[in-house]
């Protein structure tokens, strides 16, 4: 087959974006204002959220929702393992600490199942709360992470939060717009969620975010704090007497999305549903032909009701598969078959990082790697393969057939 260059990612733009973008330059209004407050709608409605607040990126939202909600300082905040960095350090920008929990490697998300094992190792109740043996701190909320798509099992960490003194809960959905639970979007599960724009999620202002939330005066907190938490927007100043400026009554952030990229954001919400359709499409297309191709990997799992919505399609090296007894064998054996098929032309990446192996949260907390052995094999044996709109069949079939003829050259050498 022909070489071909492949990308992980492409976005999906036409000259909609393009019109749209300048159509917000000549109009004059290109930082926040009713472009924005369109996106934000847009994007509220489609979920099924009362309320949308665009940021600069999914990183500001979730730390707006952190700080609005009260986490700081004395308080402990669990994390997935198994996540983008920006999840953890959202927590520990507020100065509580995010506490890392293990992950399902089926499923990449949290593991619920450990939870109370967790909290039982860590914590003792006290006058009412979960504080931690160690540091005193009290256990106050959780951040389960919809990873590459697929929603973590949301009713159950609710009941797990209930359960266990009313721990405020946000949803970590950068990779999920659109992801369900049987009719249920993320976001409207009663959590707040922040959702993603970067340029490979389903759909983009190059950069962006937005917190999405059912709670009126949690969103108007939200608003306020995203504008340096002026008294007074904008966009009511433009309304008129805007000449005197806002009083400032508490601590707030400058995380505003320009209306140039609610424009572009806009015109992209047009596309999703069609942008989620064709990304399924493809995405089943390698359930079908990978495990008889390339038996090395494990395709991604889908529990029952769940829409999945191929933020990233994401597979697991199967160690035994491929001849290694450990996993650090197979993460020998992962990044050299990334390395041969990068030479092959096509893009891969390991699917995110185990947080609790970063030098931070190592150096801060003094994590080992077996300490969370779920996170840990994610880390070194995840293999995210090309997906996006764009991608044709014959793209695909030379993605399947490289992974293959690279993985049987290599474990014919061994």
């Not at 472009?35 to 409605?45: C, D, L, Q, T």
């Not at 507020?94 to 890392?100: C, F, R, S």
């Not at 491929?322 to 078959?337: G, P, S």
Request: overall charge negative.
């Amino acid at each position: 087959m022909t070489y071909r260059k492949v990308p992980i990612m492409k976005p999906y733009f036409d000259e909609e974006e393009a019109k749209a973008a300048a159509e917000a330059l000549a109009s004059g209004w290109v930082a926040q204002g009713p472009r924005v407050a369109e996106f934000e709608k847009a994007v509220a409605a489609h979920e099924g959220c009362a309320f949308g607040v665009a940021t600069t990126n999914c990183t500001t939202a979730l730390h707006l929702l952190m700080v609005a909600m009260g986490f700081g300082p004395g308080q402990d905040v669990i994390v997935p393992s198994f996540t983008f960095v920006a999840t953890g350090n959202a927590v520990e920008y507020t100065g509580a600490a995010a506490v890392l929990a293990d992950v399902d490697p089926v499923t990449f998300n949290i593991n619920v199942s450990l939870l109370d094992d967790f909290v039982a190792e860590r914590y003792a109740f006290r006058d009412g709360k979960w504080i931690n043996k160690k540091t005193g701190n009290r256990l106050s909320g959780i951040v389960p992470v919809n990873e590459f798509g697929l929603c973590a099992d949301i009713p159950a960490v609710n009941d797990f939060a209930k359960r266990y003194g009313g721990l405020k809960v946000i949803e970590d959905s950068a990779c999920a717009l659109g992801a369900k639970i049987g009719d249920t979007h993320q976001g409207g599960f009663g959590n707040p969620s922040a959702v993603s724009f970067h340029p490979r999620k389903s759909i983009s202002t190059g950069e962006g975010g937005m917190a999405l939330i059912n709670d009126p005066e949690l969103a108007e907190h939200v608003r306020i704090l995203r504008s340096h938490a002026a008294s007074v927007s904008e966009v009511q100043r433009n309304a008129g007497k805007g000449y005197l400026l806002p009083e400032y009554n508490e601590l707030g952030f400058n995380y505003r999305m320009t209306d140039i990229q609610g424009a572009i954001g806009c015109a992209q919400m047009k596309k999703l549903d069609f942008i989620a359709a064709r990304r399924a499409e493809l995405a089943h297309r390698y359930d079908r032909l990978l495990p008889d191709a390339v038996p090395w990997v494990r395709t991604p799992f889908v529990p029952e009701g769940y829409t999945h919505i191929y933020q990233t399609y994401c597979t697991m090296v199967i160690p035994e598969a491929v001849k290694c007894k450990t996993v650090d064998e197979a993460n020998a054996f992962r990044n050299e078959w990334m390395d041969r098929l990068e030479q092959a032309g096509i893009a891969t990446r390991q699917g995110t990082h185990a947080l609790h192996t970063l030098g931070y949260y190592v150096n801060k907390y003094g994590y080992r790697h077996e300490d969370l052995p779920g996170a840990y094999a994610c880390d070194r044996l995840s293999l995210a393969i090309p997906l996006y709109v764009e991608m044709t069949e014959e793209d695909q079939d030379y993605v399947i057939e490289q992974m293959a003829e690279i993985a049987a050259d290599m474990l014919k050498n061994e």
